[in-house]
């Protein structure tokens, strides 16, 4: 029973090693001028095309626009890995520059992927224990 809860909040804690990732990404490889000086130099290290790319990407609104894509099968299928790939791809729009987009496929990727969670629970009685219930007099 206590695996369930882990379970749960392995989603989230993914998707949080997802936003660590993506900032990492930006301010370790994207916004360093000491790495982008030894790129634009023309003679730089091979991973100089993946920065390339990277850049390429938030300049056209590649990240965004995938972030949204993916919000019609997260919203369309009852699946929590979806969900959650809709939110981490919010999370990754929005930390290298698209943060429009990112942050809506963020809020309704976490959302959805929060509803499943709680569908996924077990039904609880609408009744507390020890709430009383009033009873109409004979």
């Known amino acids: 029973m206590t695996s369930r809860p882990w379970r749960a909040a392995a989603w989230w804690l993914a998707l949080l090693a997802m936003g660590l990732g993506a ?11 000491a790495i982008g000086q030894l790129c634009g130099s023309g ?10 790319w990277l850049v390429l990407g938030f300049l056209h609104h590649v990240y965004g ?10 919203w369309l299928l009852r699946r929590p890995s979806l969900a959650w790939l ?4 919010g999370v990754f729009a929005m930390q290298l520059y ?6 809506l496929a963020l809020l309704l990727g976490s959302l959805r992927l929060l509803r499943l969670q709680a569908d996924a629970l077990a039904p609880r009685s609408p009744h507390r224990p020890g709430q ?4 109409h007099q004979p």
């Not at 003679?43 to 390339?52: M, Q, S, Y």
């Not at 809709?86 to 791809?89: G, H, S, T, Y």
Request: neutral net charge.
């Open 86 to 89: 809709a939110a981490a791809l």
């Open 23 to 33: 900032t990492a990404l930006r301010f370790g490889l994207i916004e360093s001028s």
């Open 132 to 135: 009383q219930q009033v009873q």
């Open 43 to 52: 003679h730089g290290p091979a991973w100089c095309t993946l920065r390339t």
């Open 65 to 74: 626009s995938l972030a949204l894509v993916a919000l019609l099968p997260a």
């Open 98 to 103: 698209g943060a429009e987009a990112g942050a």
